[in-house]
């Protein structure tokens, strides 16, 4: 059983900085990929980004450039990094993990999820 804990949501100005951590339990966190999903009032959720066991990483396009995933696998560890901020990221953002090696974009495929954290982008 894995259990997935995320934090460092808020409510923050257009154009600010947020670090979201997702903190997994068990110790083969460092063998599977991870993935960052938001789901925004009345939408689907959607994908973000993902990041296998060895550090490859996608974002999505509406998001590149001003997010980064990155892991620590000492510290079973996820983390969405996001820097200028607009409105339209306001949303519950989740992190998934999904057994094996290879991310995949379609939240179907993952094992695992947080519980989300809120984030409130102010115009």
């Known amino acids: 059983q894995v259990q997935l804990v995320e934090s460092g949501g808020g409510l923050v100005q257009a154009g600010d900085s947020l670090r979201l951590s997702c903190a997994a339990s068990?110790?083969?966190?460092?063998?599977?990929?991870m993935g960052w999903f938001r789901q925004a009032p009345g939408k689907e959720r959607e994908f973000v980004a993902a990041?296998?066991?060895?550090?490859?990483?996608y974002h999505v396009n509406s998001i590149k450039g001003r997010f980064t995933i990155s892991r620590d696998n000492a510290k079973n560890t996820v983390y969405l990094q996001m820097n200028s901020l607009k409105p339209e990221d306001t949303a519950v953002y989740y992190c998934?993990?999904?057994?094996?090696?290879?991310?995949?974009?379609?939240?179907?495929?993952?094992?695992?999820w947080g519980q989300g954290t809120q984030v409130t982008v102010s115009s």
């Open positions: 990041i296998s066991w060895s550090g490859n990483t």
């Open positions: 998934a993990l999904k057994y094996g090696s290879t991310w995949y974009i379609n939240a179907d495929e993952y094992d695992y």
């Open positions: 068990g110790r083969t966190f460092s063998r599977h990929a």
